[in-house]
């Protein structure tokens, strides 16, 4: 499809993150795809190859906001993009680069676990930095809630991170309201971003504010309160899985689940309505909202990072977008 100027708006580019870093796209590209998969296999001159690709194609679309944490593809994302930084340096000035640390794997004498020690969480950086070739991270996030973390310790290694020049910002993944605060509490740097999972295929993060005082509330599994602290706080709402994996694209139109049916139906109809591709509207429905959503796309696919990047272009109507969010939900509001 052609992008018709007639039929799509800019909408606002002042996301929270810009306020900290200057020049952030809307959109991050998520780097989990690279590296040559989830094995024992080196990462290979092809790897590398496929990486900068998505590179240059994310960069040429405007998406300079790169997303990884240290196990993707078992370190080999990582690998991969600092082989491909290494042989264009100057990639590295065109970029933001963040990157996750505190999830640790199933070991021979270990169950896999959480761990926000500061020794691993040292160390942890130590490697990122060095796969990644660049000397620090834009900004780090904290992977998943570790419920042995010691406040005042983490804050420490943390703050020492900043003060070494190895990290400029910090942030959060999948931490509610309660555990974000409690961080910041101890923690004299700005939580700049809190990566969660927000999709039309994963409501909870807008059911948990319209199911208020309705049957079936507490069936939410999202934390009450979580996006409104954000938005008061200027904090980046980041959303993976933000693509639903395709489920709204033309996979969905025979889905024999009827609400996922009816909106990949809805989907294509406003694609070709605003000249674009499904995947321009499954974001733009995330950027809609005043929270100022950040979507992070995890597609290696060259032409989806194009299509995606266009979503910065539409400014759904409020019909258009609770269109959406009701079909996807497969009922009516209360």
Known sequence: MTNSSDSISK???NIPLSKHLSGVGQIAYGCMGLGGG????PVTTADVAQTRSAIDTALESGINLFDHADIYTFSKAEQAFGQ???ETP???DQMFIQSKCGIRFEGEDNVGRYDFSADWVSQSVEGILNRLN????DVLLLHRPDPLMELDELA???????A???VDFFGVSNMNSHQIQYLQSALGQPIVANQIEMSLAKLDWLNDGVMINSQGHHQSDFAAGTLEHCQMKGIQLQAWGCLAQGRFAKQGLYSEHENVKKTAH???QLANQYGVESEAIVLAFLLRHPAGIQPVIGTTNLERIKASSVATQINLTREEWYNLYVYSRGQALP
Do not use: C, F, H
């Open 11 to 13: 909408i606002d580019s």
């Open 38 to 41: 989830w094995n024992d296999n």
């Open 84 to 86: 491909a930084l290494q």
């Open 90 to 92: 100057e990639l590295r």
């Open 134 to 137: 660049t000397e620090k991270l």
């Open 156 to 162: 420490r290694t943390l703050e020492n991170m900043k």
């Open 164 to 166: 070494q020049g190895k």
């Open 266 to 268: 809805y989907v294509a």
